[in-house]
């Protein structure tokens, strides 16, 4: 069955500095998509980046970047020069190839930025 | 290109009561999501449609939850009767399709206090 693991209830950083998210996953299907979502105090979910399964090179939407480590079952999320902006829970999620196609999410990882 | 819009964003009311929820989705995306955040966790889906047709209701409390995506367009989710352990915030989502690369993009949730 697949299974997403964030270990890192909260992170601090300081403004500017770069920051990584830790996410592992689980899942026996080949065919599978990783999407890191954030959601600041408002509630919404908001998309940051998408990694495939058979993408060679790791995801970067500007300040974001993921880190793939296929055969570790890794997916970090880096955020470089963080910004006060950026405090907010972040979620990794996973969808797989087969069956439904269900989003699978995280715990969450709380991240406060400090000027 | 406007978002996936929810209505109404926080909603109180005492158990056993029913409530209502209103999506209308990115225009275009043909399959739609209602999930329920709990406090503290990720996301879990709850219904996944595609067009006016359900693809995946496991994880649905049928005996008090119903959803219908009427037209393939606009989504309603209704809770009758609602029970405390209902207090959470709905999520709607949608995207272009079924594939586990599509992206769901989210809308901004209602918050649900059942007292």
């Known amino acids: 069955a697949q299974k997403i693991t964030q270990t890192q209830p909260g992170m601090f950083v300081q403004e500017k500095e770069a920051v990584t998210l830790d996410c592992t996953y689980d899942t026996s299907d080949p065919s599978y998509g990783l999407f890191w979502y954030k959601q600041p105090s408002s509630g919404e979910m908001i998309f940051l980046i998408y990694q495939g399964s058979y993408d060679q090179q790791n995801a970067t939407e500007g300040r974001y970047s993921l880190n793939f480590q296929k055969a570790r079952k890794s997916a970090n999320l880096v955020i470089s020069a963080s910004q006060l902006g950026d405090s907010a829970m972040y979620f990794c999620a996973m969808r797989e190839g087969s069956g439904y196609n269900k989003l699978i999410f995280g715990a969450g990882t709380r991240l406060a930025v400090h000027p | 290109e406007a978002g996936v819009a929810q209505s109404p964003r926080y909603k109180i009311i005492e158990k056993r009561q029913s409530v209502a929820f209103w999506c209308n989705p990115i225009s275009g995306h043909a399959t739609l999501y209602w999930y329920q955040q709990i406090l503290g966790q990720g996301p879990k889906l709850l219904i996944q449609f595609q067009n006016n047709g359900v693809v995946d209701d496991s994880q649905l409390p049928k005996d008090r939850f119903s959803a219908e995506r009427l037209k393939g367009v606009d989504s309603t989710l209704k809770i009758q009767p609602a029970k405390l352990e209902d207090s959470a915030v709905y999520l709607c989502?949608?995207?272009?399709?079924?594939?586990?690369?599509?992206?769901?993009?989210f809308g901004p949730g209602t918050r649900l206090t059942v007292l």
């Open positions: 989502a949608s995207s272009l399709d079924r594939d586990y690369t599509d992206t769901q993009y």
